[in-house]
């Protein structure tokens, strides 16, 4: 990262007008839909502004670009702002904001990927900074590339344990390429946020996580330049203290205005207001990326041999599971492996041992851990699998109901299925597994009976579209199929 240089005051300047047109625009899509997060958007307008028209290297044309930096709205009732940064940017049109909620548009009230500027759906507190530090981890440790990611949250959604895990797992990685931007004003949904604009605890706690940390006025577009340029051997936090309603009179930090859209003579005051504030209609124009992130294939991925079990020889699945993962992380060298310190329970260990470049420990960390995953499986990048017992799936079911809402294809695998581990108890015993899975959309489950279908679920999984769970047994059990044996899909095998 170059040494900053403070941009010109013309620049600021620009910079400054192109924040209150993200204002006016949230507000206009906001009052046209009759619903939707003005306020949460007023807040964040500076911080989106010097993003997207300073720091982050892009091609506004081209938002899936793979050298493109990544930004995700973990904060995601604030999404006006981001269609209307996209619009300021010149890939919406003006004119589709209005259709912002409508049933026939793609501009919903949280951001999801069909949108092409968005990589994964967020909306649910909490998840965003897990998902970035996924595509971090790929940037930096996969693609070794000059890509950098952006994640913003809200003070509100900063109360889920997630984002602890999520900055945990930055922190102990080293994620230099991640940054993380609390936009800290003050209030939440119908009380303020518990430490309100006590920006130097925000600022204790990341340190604590190996973060490093800046804070600034988040409506000061040169502080905000100076501290993006901040970057060192470790993530980067900048707290941002802003103000909820920033610019609207009357609203502006003023609680019980969350997730109401201004009536029409307040907002037609506000619009006015701030356009007057405006003193030019120059639009900035991102600089581009460095093109450095390798081409990867992920399709048609093939086991280079059949699966070498004998007909009657016991062999437990959850072993099987490992050795096929290590045998397809030959045929492709983007299968990446991701476990919650169980490798040596659910065989990952294998797949470690063999590509231990292309495995990440997300130690006791579940929920984390599939969130990362959906970040490193974002813009086809890797091909993911992550394990741990089945059972302990069940406390990510909202991280795994996310990421099929995100349209994501990752690969879960849940080990010690069922009553027959036995003396371990029912806190062990992956139960509620099969309906959880069954209930999310774009899941396919695979319950392999024996070594050669587990390998064979495996190939499958790694060539299927939407969320993939594996799941797999503690006890040996008897090899019932022969090695040539084919599965499909959709089609159980029934014996006589």
């Not at 904060?75 to 269609?83: F, M």
């Not at 909202?398 to 806190?427: F, T």
């Amino acid at each position: 990262m170059s040494a900053y240089h403070k941009p010109d005051q013309q620049t600021l300047q620009a910079l400054k007008d192109s924040a209150n047109r993200l204002r006016v625009l949230s507000i206009r899509a906001t009052s046209a839909a009759g619903s939707g997060h003005p306020t949460s958007c007023c807040s964040s307008a500076e911080i989106i502004s010097v993003l997207f028209f300073h720091t982050m290297k892009y091609k506004p044309q081209d938002p899936r670009n793979k050298h493109n930096d990544r930004f995700v709205m973990s904060k995601g009732h604030a999404a006006p702002i981001l269609y209307a940064v996209w619009a300021e940017a010149g890939f919406l049109p003006e004119s589709e904001l209005l259709n912002l909620r409508k049933l026939d548009s793609i501009l919903e009230g949280h951001p999801v990927p069909k949108q092409e500027f968005v990589d994964v759906a967020t909306g649910s507190l909490g998840q965003g900074l897990g998902a970035a530090c996924g595509m971090a981890y790929t940037g930096k440790f996969f693609d070794k590339a000059s890509y950098r990611v952006f994640c913003l949250l809200g003070d509100g959604e900063v109360s889920e344990g997630s984002v602890w895990e999520a900055m945990a797992f930055a922190g102990f990685y080293k994620l230099d390429n991640l940054v993380a931007i609390f936009d800290v004003n003050r209030l939440g949904q119908s009380d303020p946020a518990p430490l309100q604009h006590k920006v130097e605890i925000y600022q204790k706690r990341c340190e604590a996580f190996g973060w490093h940390c800046v804070v600034v006025d988040g409506h000061s577009v040169e502080e905000l330049c100076k501290a993006f340029c901040a970057v060192k051997n470790q993530p980067t936090a900048i707290i941002a203290k802003t103000l909820k309603g920033k610019g609207i009179s009357g609203v502006e930090d003023k609680e019980n205005w969350h997730g109401k859209p201004l009536p029409k003579d307040i907002a037609e005051k506000a619009i006015n207001e701030i356009e007057g504030r405006i003193q030019t209609s120059k639009k900035l124009s991102p600089t581009f990326p460095v093109e450095d992130a390798p081409d990867v294939t992920i399709r048609n991925i093939k086991m280079k041999s059949q699966p070498n079990y004998k007909l009657g020889e016991k062999f437990a699945t959850r072993k099987a599971y490992g050795l096929a993962l290590a045998k397809l992380g030959h045929a492709n060298d983007r299968v990446i492996a991701l476990d919650g310190d169980t490798k040596n329970s659910t065989f990952s260990e294998v797949f470690k041992k063999e590509h231990p470049e292309r495995y990440i420990e997300c130690y006791i960390a579940e929920q984390n851990m599939v969130s990362v995953a959906v970040g490193c499986a974002t813009r086809d990048r890797t091909v993911a699998f992550a394990s741990t017992f089945a059972t302990f799936f069940t406390r990510a079911f909202d991280q795994i109901r996310m990421a099929a809402i995100s349209e994501s294809n990752i690969n879960l695998c849940g080990s010690h299925c069922g009553v027959s581990i036995g003396e371990d108890g029912p806190s062990q015993m992956g139960l509620e597994d099969l309906a959880m899975f069954r209930a999310v959309p774009t899941a396919t489950v695979f319950y392999p009976s024996d070594a050669v279908s587990t390998e064979k679920a495996v190939e499958l999984a790694a060539n299927t579209k939407g969320i993939c769970f594996i799941r797999t047994s503690r006890p040996e059990n008897e090899v019932i199929y022969n090695n040539n044996e084919e599965f499909k899909i959709g089609q159980a095998k029934v014996s006589e």
